[in-house]
């Protein structure tokens, strides 16, 4: 049995020099690869239009699919599309600058490498494709989809107007006392 992983490995070595075609699909077992994803599942087809240099690699991606996630209202499971681009470039090095930070788009291999690890490009990129509020979204007439009943719970358990605090917490008073200098 192999490794999940080895479906996000690209093969260099014996790769000629000019444009290459991959095509990868991240499911629930890419996803499971990382414990602590928020996805819960997924099916996302990952186009791979690789240009190999004797310097460099330039990949293009484009990802279409979608992902379940946990809506972070009602915490009924949500399905979002997604469908978007990224991409990476790779430099050849003869010797790996420790100094150099890998950036999220542009990486150090060494020259002779013979093989490249997309997993981690690959989650990153989903992730960071994802909303920033996971909630289902309100319909044509501006009411949220989510979950009838934990709305109706959420209502309940939501401070009164009269509960509300209006007066500044004492705390912050402490700082009214610094004074910043140039």
Known sequence: MTDKRDDFVVRLSGVELGNHKYSMVCDKAFFELNGM????????????????SAKMLELHFHFHGNVTVVCDRCLDFLTIVLDFTDF??????????????????????HEKAYELDLTHFLYEAIELALPTQLIHPDDENGNPTCNPEMLKKLAELAPKEEEQNTEPDPRWNALKQLRIEN
Not at 37 to 52: A, H, L, T
Not at 88 to 109: G, H, K, M, T
């Open 88 to 109: 990476l470039v790779v430099n050849f090095v003869s010797q790996i600058d420790e100094s150099f930070v890998n950036d999220e788009n542009i990486w150090q291999i």
């Open 37 to 52: 994803s928020e996805i819960e599942n997924g099916n996302i087809n990952v186009q791979i239009d690789m240009e190999k």
